[in-house]
């Protein structure tokens, strides 16, 4: 079967992440016999250029010099999904929606920004602006009950959750180096509604326990963060690091943003990253945590302030326990391998090597 992506792999985030998620999952469904063609998006930066077995890669620097040519691509495609993502994302929604192919897809990676917008009467810049009807199924980033509120919300037909996944290849326990040395490190995706999640499970715990040393790791970290000596910011660092930042500290805090936090059952890819470098985890509490990882066994959970300083002072054989389990959970149920096989069972796609 054909399968047609619109999405931006290329170049879309700094951080790699996106593009290097959405080529494993790509190849996947290429090793499986389906023939797939990824339209996406120039990035400004340079571009490593990839391959598709037996699929092609269309790249364009602007909507106007590719749309032709993909609404043909579309027409001709028994699937074509379109990831709600960028300056592109409402016109490829629309051109996937008026297409001829039997199975129109849309798929929200910001489920929770989208609900919080769309339960606050705002529009959602990256969903069409008339709802999600027409499409013959949306995929959230969401699940639990956030789900029906999303399709409510979004007048979508049918919705399943389809969860941020890590590549096992990239997404692996980095080196131990000593710059990063910390007690708690914490990597943030930008500084956006993680103010009191930061102050309460990060900057309150470095200023009780002033000889241990934090790492903070993120572009655009939130302003306000005190100039302390054992608090480290590494706002510009490659995120290519990361995991040797992960390696070199003993216990990582994640923290969900406060749409997350609120509407729940929303995962980050930073707390599957951190599970599968091997981390010893603390993550702030939200509902639908314990469905991704067994609290006190694969992962710590705060609710306040001294359930992370209490986490510090745990052995490091206990620690590294968690870490080895929690990596083991994210291997086997959160992989590019494991999101591949729900997309096939999701959309019933036939043809190609089993599962």
Known sequence: ??????????????????????????????????????????????????????????????????????????????????????????????????????RRVLYDPEAAVSLTALEAGEAVDHLPADGLAGFDMVLASCGGPALDRYRAKAGAESVAPLYPWIVPEIDK?????REYLGDLCCIVGGPDGIREGLDRFFIDPAQRLTRRRFVLVGAGLPDGVPR????????????????DVLASASLALTLARDDERRIGWC???????????????????????????????????AAQTDDVTTAMMLPRNHLTDLGRRARKRVLAEHSAERRVQELRSLLDLKGGGDD
């Open 228 to 243: 302390a000596s054992n608090i480290l910011t590494f706002p510009d660092l490659d995120p290519a690091h990361r995991p």
């Open 1 to 102: 079967m054909k399968i047609v992506i619109f999405g931006l792999t290329n170049g879309y985030r700094q951080d790699g992440g996106h593009s290097m998620r959405w080529r494993a999952l790509i190849h996947g469904l290429a090793i499986r016999g389906h023939r797939v063609v990824a339209i996406e998006r120039a990035g400004p930066g340079p571009v490593t250029p990839w391959t598709i077995p037996g699929g092609d890669v269309l790249s364009y620097g602007a909507w106007d010099d590719v749309a032709v040519e993909a609404a043909a691509q579309a027409d001709d495609a028994g699937v074509a999904l379109v990831v709600a993502q960028g300056p592109d994302a409402r016109p490829a929604a629309d051109l996937v929606r008026q297409s001829r192919t039997p």
């Open 173 to 177: 326990p980095g080196d131990f180096k």
């Open 267 to 301: 995962p980050s890819d930073r707390l599957f990253l951190a599970a599968a470098c091997g981390s010893a985890i603390v993550a702030d509490q939200w509902e639908g945590l314990d469905s991704f990882f067994e609290p006190g066994r694969e992962i710590l959970v």
